[in-house]
Structures are given as structure tokens and as C-alpha cells.
């Protein structure tokens, strides 16, 4: 991204005023607003000004979300933030949800006072279900990377991050790579079982990597030679947990506390992933849905999601603009290297192989 300075000389200037100043003269109307439309595809197209959308989320006075536990990624200050600056009720249903389970639930709910608006779900759960979900383009569309987006505006990211080791520097080393962690007096934990859980899946294929390039079976024999050795433990009593980046960070900021937690990312086997943001077609609350995501993806939503550690989607072009919280972004895990994000067909192939091997060979 560049920028470009606009020179103007004092003739060209003079030029400017007299123009601004027949337009003065002869000024058009301002154009009306479009017909009110809380189920349209963009702000402009449906609501015409941010003031107009605010109106319409106040009056609908609720928005349900799914699957947003308030440890994950700052999301408890997030809807509490929404709520208090749009005085809307937010209802949190199924928190610990996962990706798949939020599908699940909007289909079950739907038609009650608990069905949810909105999502936040995997790049493989929004791909397979995006004709659930409605099109709306966000203010900072353009912002958002071209790979972490539906080009029809079904889905988008808010939020990504990098795999890591979180690892307690009183009992063992800095591990430098992922095959490290099979040091004798390591206990090492995923947040998950790796066929549920989204974030332990990652974690397996982090340590597949191998220049580069993903490998289910080399991630899946490193644990089995950890559960081989008596090294694989709970995420609450290990010594190291492999996880993204925003939790292990946030480990080391709270509940483990700074002293005793430290967070690394292994040079060149840099994982990452964005999490998707969606609308339900079916939204009992259009409007507030809209504005939820456009309040996810404004400055101020970004630069929450950046301090609760999580990388924003729109992180470089605030950062180019001088909006990005440069202390929040400051404290991130340094990474080395080119991230590496899965497709879709990676993630189905690795899945499969996972769901033939890792009970066998790792229980």
C-alpha cells in the first residue's frame, strides 16, 4: 500500500476556489437516503448512513450471538462495549458452541427467542454453509484480505492468529521447534481432542509442518510418540500447551501469570488462521446483526479484538492509517517466517487422516 501526496500550486489553487465557489452558487440537493432495508447487502444499500443503521439495531433492542465464550479473544468486553454504546441487550447462547455446534443450534432454535443473528466459525464451516448465511458487506470491506473473505459477503474474517507453544520457563526450556517438545520432563496438552476441537486440529497440523508444507501424518506421530512417553497432560496441569497465540498470550497476561508463562512461535512452522464472521439469512434482528459486524470491524472493534492478542483482519491498512493500537500490537508473539493457512482441501484431507489414525495411534 502506498501513499500519495497531492501538490497543488497557488494558480491550480486559485482555479479550485473559483470552481468551489460556482458550486456554491448552483448546489444540488442531497441525494435521499434509500428505502429503509434492515436485510440488505451493504450499509449503503440498505440503510444509506451509520446513524440510520444505529436507529434500526435500537428499535429491533437485541442481538443473540453463539458460541462466543467471553475468554476467547476479548469477546466479554466486546459485547459488553456493543451493548453500552448502542444500548442493545446482547444474548449469548451456547458459548463454549463449537464451529459446527452453531450451525447446528441456529437450526434448532430457529423460530424461538433464542435463535441466534450471527456467527463466528472456522473457514471450513463457513465454506460449507455459507447459503445459511447473509450477504452483507461490511464499512472496511476492502480492508479485509482477499483469502479471508466470500467475495459475495457471506462471510468474512474479523480475527485470526498463529499457533504457538505456551511453555512454563521454570520447569522446562524455550522449545525451538515443535519436534522439541518430545524433551524427556515435558508435559505437553492441546485445548481439545483434535477431531472436535477446531484450535487442537490446528495444533496437531502445526507440528506436521515441514517446509512449509503440511503432513497429518508427521503431526499425529509426534503426539503418539508424546502419549507413548507419558507426556500428554491437561491443558491445566501441563508444562507447555500448544495453542493459538491470542490464548497462550492471554495465559501469560492472567491466569498463569506473566512470570511463570512464556509464549513461542517455532521459526519457519508458522500456522495461522482467521476465524469468520457471518450474518444468519434468517436473523430475527437484521439490523443489529449488521451492526454487530460493522462494530467488529471498525477501528474500535479491531484494536479490542488486538487486545485480547488476536491479529485483526484489518490490522495492515490500520496500521498504514495510523489507527491500529501500536502498544496492543507491541505485545503480540514475535513470528519468523511465511504463515501458512490451510485450504479447505488440506483440512479435509488431514481431517480424514485423523479420523483413521489418531485413536489408534494415540488414543
Known amino acids: 500500500m502506498t501513499l500519495r501526496a497531492c501538490v497543488v500550486t497557488i494558480s ?7 470552481a468551489a465557489s460556482a458550486c456554491s452558487r448552483q448546489r444540488t440537493p442531497d441525494r435521499p437516503p434509500p428505502p429503509l432495508n434492515p436485510r440488505a447487502a451493504s450499509l449503503a444499500d440498505g440503510f444509506g448512513t451509520m446513524d ?3 436507529d434500526a439495531a435500537r428499535k429491533e433492542g437485541a ?3 453463539v ?3 467471553g475468554g476467547w479473544v476479548g469477546y466479554k468486553e466486546i459485547i459488553a462495549r456493543f451493548s453500552d454504546k448502542y444500548g442493545i441487550k446482547v444474548t449469548s447462547v451456547m458459548p463454549e458452541a463449537s464451529s459446527r455446534q452453531e450451525i447446528d443450534a441456529a437450526a434448532r432454535l430457529r423460530g424461538t427467542a433464542q435463535a441466534p443473528d450471527v456467527f463466528d466459525v472456522t473457514l471450513e464451516v463457513a465454506v460449507a454453509n455459507s447459503r445459511l448465511f447473509a450477504p452483507y458487506r461490511v464499512t472496511g470491506w476492502a480492508d479485509i484480505p482477499d483469502e479471508a473473505k466470500d467475495q459475495d459477503g457471506r462471510w468474512y474474517a474479523a480475527y485470526g492468529g498463529y499457533m504457538s ?4 520457563p521454570r520447569k522446562v526450556p524455550a522449545p525451538a521447534s515443535y519436534a522439541a517438545l518430545a524433551r524427556p520432563g515435558t508435559t505437553v496438552a492441546l485445548p481439545g481432542d483434535p477431531r472436535q476441537v477446531a484450535s487442537a486440529f490446528s495444533g496437531v497440523m502445526a507440528a506436521s ?8 501424518a508427521r503431526g499425529v506421530n509426534l503426539f503418539a510418540r508424546l502419549r507413548k512417553g507419558g507426556m500428554l497432560g491437561r491443558p491445566d496441569q501441563a508444562t507447555t500447551v500448544v495453542d493459538w497465540d491470542f490464548m497462550n498470550a492471554a495465559r501469560a497476561a492472567g491466569g498463569r501469570g506473566a512470570a511463570a508463562w512464556r509464549v513461542t512461535i517455532p521459526k519457519n512452522a508458522v500456522l495461522a488462521s482467521y476465524y469468520m464472521q457471518a450474518i444468519d439469512a434468517a436473523a430475527p434482528h437484521p439490523a443489529a446483526a449488521r451492526l454487530w459486524e460493522e462494530f467488529l470491524l471498525s477501528d ?3 484494536n479490542l479484538f488486538l487486545k485480547a492478542y488476536a491479529r485483526p483482519s484489518r490490522m495492515e491498512a490500520m496500521q498504514t492509517r495510523g489507527a491500529l493500537d501500536g502498544d496492543a500490537a507491541a505485545r503480540l508473539p514475535e513470528a519468523s517466517g511465511d504463515p501458512v493457512i490451510l485450504t479447505v482441501p488440506e483440512q479435509d484431507k488431514a481431517k480424514a487422516y485423523l ?3 489418531w485413536a489408534k495411534d494415540v488414543g
Do not use: F, N
Not at 507453544?165 to 512454563?168: K, P, R, S
Open 12 to 18: 491550480s489553487a486559485a482555479v479550485l476556489l473559483a
Open 52 to 54: 440510520r443503521l444505529v
Open 63 to 65: 442481538l443473540t450471538v
Open 67 to 69: 458460541g462466543l465464550p
Open 165 to 168: 507453544i505456551g511453555y512454563d
Open 209 to 216: 509442518l515441514g517446509q512449509g508444507l503440511p503432513d497429518a
Open 300 to 302: 474500535e472493534g479491531q
Open 355 to 357: 479420523a483413521t489414525h
